[in-house]
């Protein structure tokens, strides 16, 4: 089946600071999503980008499907996205849609 | 309005019982999905369902049984909890064919003791 990578694993960050983070996916995809997950385990849906770029706020993301990889940008960190941020991409089995999520990547903002 | 309710938030149960959690979305959408995401964060999907209908079961023994009522409405049954059905169970619901608008419920902490 396909597979979803995400770098880093962990990351640290001083508030205020800019960050990048990567997900890789093996095979063709029909769509790609970002989730946040907060500290207190809820799933927020950031972005739905199959291509192209998206911007939200201090959130943009980007999506190259003909080289298989996503990434998403934070700009000027504060400490409220520390959290757990989730690349998901869309296939289709069956007729049907289902996720296959990467083991994410966790984001923590000092003060 | 919460577009994906789940209950219970929490859930603490002995081995061997049994437990059903409950989950309903106000959205209009055709499919529903449970996701069980382990100790690691590690988030997979157990079962689809769209318009009460079983069609996705991605290998999940069979102690665990989704029944939907109606097409709003998804609850997980299980039988004979184990230590390692310990996990954060999520509910989810999206259109049928584009997948667009896939959104979350807040989650069910299932720990077996």
């Known amino acids: 089946g396909i597979q979803v990578e995400q770098s880093p694993p962990d990351l640290i960050l001083q508030e205020g600071a800019n960050s990048t983070l990567r997900c890789n996916f093996s095979?063709?995809?029909?769509?790609l999503q970002w989730f946040h997950q907060n500290p207190w385990g809820q799933l927020i849906n950031l972005f739905y980008?199959?291509?192209g770029t998206k911007q939200n706020g201090r959130l943009s993301a980007t999506t190259v499907a003909t080289e298989r990889y996503s990434l998403l940008y934070i700009s000027s960190s504060q400490t409220t996205d520390s959290g757990v941020y989730f690349c998901a991409v869309l296939v289709f089995s069956g007729g049907y849609n289902k996720l296959i999520f990467g083991a994410g990547t966790r984001l923590a903002v000092h003060p | 309005d919460t577009a994906v309710s789940q209950t219970p938030k929490y859930l603490v149960t002995q081995m061997g019982n049994d437990k059903s959690i409950k989950c309903e979305q106000n959205?209009?959408?055709?499919?529903m999905y449970w996701y069980k995401q382990d100790s690691k964060k590690f988030l997979k999907i157990m079962f689809s369902?769209?318009?009460?209908?079983?069609?996705i079961n991605e290998t999940v023994p069979n102690r665990f049984s989704p029944k939907s009522p109606d097409k709003a409405h998804l609850n997980l049954h299980i039988n004979s909890l184990e230590l390692g059905d310990s996990a954060v169970y999520f509910c989810?619901?999206?259109?049928?064919?584009?997948?667009?608008?896939?959104?979350f419920g807040s989650g069910t902490r299932l720990t077996v003791v």
């Open positions: 369902y769209n318009n009460k209908e079983l069609i």
């Open positions: 959205l209009g959408h055709d499919t």
């Open positions: 989810a619901s999206s259109p049928k064919k584009t997948g667009y608008g896939y959104t």
């Open positions: 980008i199959p291509s």
């Open positions: 095979d063709s995809v029909n769509n």
